[in-house]
């Protein structure tokens, strides 16, 4: 018998169960410090660009909450700058977003609407596979913010997909509107903890993300900001004291977990990634910064943002350094970019 329409009827009974007012406002007041507005640049810093006749951005709506619920993103690593406007149809459909989609998207076997995945390609490049992958296509993912690093998903089976999602991306416990399913049916719904063992070499992520949308075949604000950002962001991290890490992840030991960027510090190293949409074109440029759970300040003190991704909106280069000051490397949430915020537990944050 086919699960789906048992999952229909617990979506559908889900949604009715939350008015829709407060659907989206499964956040709390943030107890991280706050900023009014990002400080003036004291560095030369690209001009903010000019966009095509009719794709203004907008400087009215206030930000503020204007983020997806979701408690975990899937991040592809496709090595591509740019992809088509709907990242499934990449390559003609043998993409591991298609695949994820089809298991966890809108309609899919384990789609759960108190558990939105949300499944983004990124630029950043696949790790190269081990010997006993080394005749095999693999794809690396990063799952955020439960800051994991899964370096090889074998792309010849669906086996490896199946494992990454019941492994990894499941909830460890069901919304109460599910109680009405039966015990055989929740329990597919539930994480299985060991088919992460059937996924070698899954690591901690010890670096900073920074996420820019870039996604041009979507929208042309984000493809002109996209490279804009990730060029000016950078210049300003190095500035400051935050490594950039470029080229794929390495993996030695694909057996023995490890902690990706090495045994330096936890924040003392960054990536920058374009990556695909994420909702809000007119809001661009739009990224989201990650930072690792045992990130410290620059004063090495704890970090109030530590394990959090917090969301900015209508960035402009001339807002990188404060960024990079203020929010990198002292945890302050800057309220005029500000979107919205995840903590590790997938709850969201806004102000």
């Known amino acids: 018998m086919s699960l789906r329409p048992l999952f229909r009827t617990a979506r559908v009974c889900a949604q009715l169960s939350v008015p829709r007012s407060a659907r989206r406002t499964l956040a709390t007041k943030p107890t991280f410090p706050i900023i009014p507005t990002c400080p003036s640049p004291t560095c030369s810093c690209a001009p903010t660009p ?140 539930l994480r299985k903890p060991a088919y992460q063992n059937l996924l070698p070499g899954v690591r901690d992520v010890n670096d900073v993300l920074v996420l820019i949308c870039g996604h041009r075949g979507r929208d042309q604000r984000c493809g002109i900001y996209g490279p804009l950002l990730r060029d000016e962001f950078g210049v300003r991290l190095p500035e400051m004291g935050v490594q950039i890490l470029s080229g794929p992840v390495p993996v030695e030991d694909a057996s023995r977990p490890a ?26 440029g739009n990224v989201i910064i990650y930072l690792p759970p045992h990130i410290k300040t620059a004063e090495g003190e704890r970090h109030p943002l530590a394990g959090h991704g917090i969301w900015y909106g209508r960035v402009e280069p001339k807002h990188v350094e404060g960024i990079v000051k203020e929010t990198v490397l002292k945890g302050n949430v800057i309220a005029e970019l500000f979107r919205g915020g995840i903590k590790q537990d997938g709850e969201i944050l806004r102000i």
């Open 50 to 189: 000019e966009l095509p006749e009719g794709l203004d951005i907008d400087h009215k709506t206030n930000l503020n909450g204007l983020i997806p619920n979701y408690t975990q993103h899937v991040l592809i690593c496709t090595g591509k700058d740019d992809w088509p406007s709907r990242i499934e149809d990449d390559n003609s459909g043998d993409n591991l977003a298609a695949d994820l989609r089809e298991l966890v998207g809108r309609g899919g076997v384990f789609s759960d609407p108190f558990h939105n995945i949300s499944v983004l390609n990124s630029s950043f490049p696949s790790s190269p596979p081990p010997p006993q992958f080394s005749e095999v296509q693999t794809t690396s993912a990063y799952l955020l913010p439960s800051f994991k690093y899964v370096p090889f998903l074998p792309r010849v089976s669906f086996d490896s997909v199946e494992a990454l999602v019941k492994g990894h991306l499941l909830p460890e416990k069901l919304h109460p509107a599910h109680d009405g399913l039966s015990p055989i049916h929740k329990d597919r719904l």
């Open 259 to 284: 902690i990706e960027g090495g045994a330096g510090e936890a924040g003392k190293t960054a990536r920058i990634g374009l990556i695909s949409h994420i909702g809000g074109h007119k809001f661009a």
